[in-house]
């Protein structure tokens, strides 16, 4: 059943005592029903389309789910602009992963690129994340290795000038997976400390540990197989 929300009825600019048509399939939200009664506005059951989208949707809102619309500065809009923007790097870091010869690094990126598109997904339908393996190594043993570097690849490399254009990307790649996991917080966490949506900021801080790790992994010349002890 679709949802007609309040911002579907403001965008319509219906004056005070108006009616309006209502789809027989459709339902008012309540906050849409709430405005409906402020402005002494009447639905007419059985009637055609609320609004086109396309055509009365005011520039600053977007479709969240559905019909429902909200400002472009919605928490779950920004989560949804940095994963489409964390999905582009991951494709250039692969590109440049191939370019430098590195099948194995551009193959572990292709695992990544998928789990973003996973997360995604994940985040529009509101279904949970299924269960995934980065580096062919569980959760806990990449956030293990990711913190212990010097312990597997003999020291910690940090990012500097004159490195490699792989290792740049690799970089870049770790800090917009963080910048990816920030706006999931910004989402999803409360006020009250309760997270809403675990299993997407988990798999972002999982994936920031393999960027993390393929890095190490190239400025050392160490293979990331190597780990799988």
Known sequence: ?????????????????????????????????EYCNERNLRPLEGGGLVADDSERKPEHLTSLR????????????????????????????????????????AAHLAELFALAQACMRAEVTEEPLPAFRLLGLSGARLRYLSHHPAEFFGEAPVPRAGMSALCLALNYLRTQIREAELAAAAAFLAPDGTVARTDLLEALNRMSSAAHLLFVGQMTGKEVADLHG
């Not at 007609?4 to 209502?22: K, N």
């Open 66 to 105: 559905g019909g429902e619309l909200v400002p472009k500065t919605h928490p779950c809009i920004r989560l949804r602009g940095k994963l489409d923007t964390l999905e582009a790097v991951l494709l250039q870091t692969q590109a440049a992963a191939e370019q430098a010869g590195q099948a194995a690094c």
């Open 1 to 33: 059943m679709r949802a007609v929300t309040e911002a579907m009825l403001r965008a319509l600019c219906l004056p005070e005592g108006a009616s309006f048509p209502l789809p027989a399939d459709a339902r008012l939200t309540p906050l849409a029903l």
